[in-house]
């Protein structure tokens, strides 16, 4: 099971768990795969926090970071700082947007956050957010990976994380962006099909990653969007994908940070209960459907605005969820791919990884038994 990547981040296992909760990514590292945390929702201070409170707890092993620069999004081309940025862009978003999102919450009920709880509404989704989280990253020597998770990174930012001796991807959907991955010199690239949660193209993993591995040869493809078991790692790990890059599969592990109103909702939803929306982030984002998704697809709906300012809009709602989710239960921000269908119990972390590895190497016997019998 051990691929080039493994000997290069000197990992055990192929298995690359995508986590915001850093308890997850932890013990996925020290299971023998390489947990990489979530840093979108971080400001420095707290993504300086979060990392050396794992490097306090992984021993000699690595993680890595996954950073959001979108390719595009509205005010790219502004040279601001995240603060100016966020203020002008503020500019830009319509009240009837906002006037939308708080009714929603209203009708259900949803309590305002208290008036000393202030957020800021640009925590991530920009370049002027996620640059001061890379300088973050390069001060952590057992951070050996960093992902991307909307479009290929800016070359500045890619020869920086190259210099310090640590592995640069990013998260694709399609050849195309495979193609201008690699193009860009990244070490690695994870191709994600529209089965997976959160932003995802619109092409099933079982064709699309046999696609991208083609196209980008010998770069490493780690296979992402609706694996769960070992025998979907399998199955990757024979199209020619270096190992599997899974997300929704956390959600529902002991460790994770998931209040239980929303684990139950994870717990009891099948493959049918999903949906790609732009009511959350303004991009194609697979969630669970609810009240919020189907609010913002109705006929009143004045429509999702693009990156980041939907995000704009709706960072109170999830603001709001992560404080009262047993109110917010209809309106939360819950990303998950189709697999939900798949995650029926609760398990550790430890044991998910050792699982996957276990039905791995059953699915290679089976297949074993069937060449032997052919060739009997």
């Known amino acids: 099971m051990r691929t080039e990547i493994c000997d290069r981040l000197e990992i055990e296992f192929p298995i690359f768990a995508?986590?915001?909760?850093?308890?997850?990514v932890a013990a996925v590292t020290k299971a023998g795969g390489l947990g990489v945390l979530g840093a979108v929702g971080f400001d420095p201070d707290q993504?300086?926090?979060?990392?050396?409170?794992?490097?306090?707890?992984?021993g000699d092993r690595p993680y890595g970071v996954d950073i959001v620069i979108p390719s595009k999004y509205e005010g790219m081309d502004l040279d601001m700082s995240a603060e100016q940025l966020e203020s002008e862009l503020a500019q830009h978003v319509p009240q009837e947007h906002r006037d939308f999102g708080a009714k929603l919450l209203a009708d259900h009920g949803v309590p305002k956050l208290p008036a000393d709880q202030k957020h800021h509404e640009l925590l991530g989704w920009t370049t002027a957010t996620a640059e001061p989280q890379v300088e973050v990253i390069l001060r952590h020597d057992k951070?050996?990976?960093v992902a991307n998770a909307l479009g290929t990174p800016p070359a500045d930012v890619v020869a920086r994380i190259q210099s310090a001796d640590k592995l640069?991807?990013?998260?694709?959907?399609?050849?195309?962006?495979?193609?201008?991955?690699?193009?860009?010199?990244?070490?690695?690239v994870v191709c994600q099909g529209t089965e997976g949660g959160g932003h995802c193209g619109e092409v099933a993993s079982v064709v699309l990653w046999p696609q991208v591995i083609d196209a980008v040869g010998p770069l490493p493809v780690l296979a992402a969007g609706g694996i769960a078991n070992?025998?979907?790692?399998?199955?990757?790990?024979?199209?020619?994908?270096?190992?599997?890059w899974t997300g929704s599969l956390w959600l529902t592990?002991?460790?994770?940070?998931?209040?239980p109103e929303q684990m139950r909702s994870y717990l009891d939803a099948t493959s049918h209960d999903t949906v790609r929306s732009r009511s959350f982030t303004g991009k194609p984002c697979r969630m669970l459907r609810n009240d919020w998704t189907d609010a913002w697809e109705g006929p009143d709906s004045p429509g999702p605005l693009p990156m980041p300012l939907q995000m704009m809009v709706a960072l109170d709602a999830v603001q709001r969820g992560h404080r009262y989710p047993e109110a917010a239960k209809d309106v939360n921000f819950n990303p998950v791919g189709q697999v939900v269908g798949m995650m029926n119990r609760v398990e550790r972390s430890a044991e998910v990884v050792q699982r996957l590895v276990d039905e791995y190497l059953d699915a290679c016997e089976r297949l074993t038994n069937l060449n032997q019998r052919a060739l009997a």
């Open 18 to 24: 995508f986590s915001h909760c850093r308890d997850v």
């Open 47 to 58: 993504l300086e926090l979060e990392l050396a409170w794992l490097d306090e707890r992984v």
């Open 143 to 145: 951070a050996r990976l």
């Open 168 to 188: 640069v991807g990013a998260l694709c959907g399609s050849v195309r962006h495979a193609l201008s991955h690699r193009e860009a010199g990244l070490d690695f």
């Open 230 to 244: 070992g025998r979907q790692v399998a199955a990757a790990m024979a199209m020619g994908a270096a190992g599997v």
């Open 253 to 259: 592990v002991e460790e994770a940070d998931v209040p």
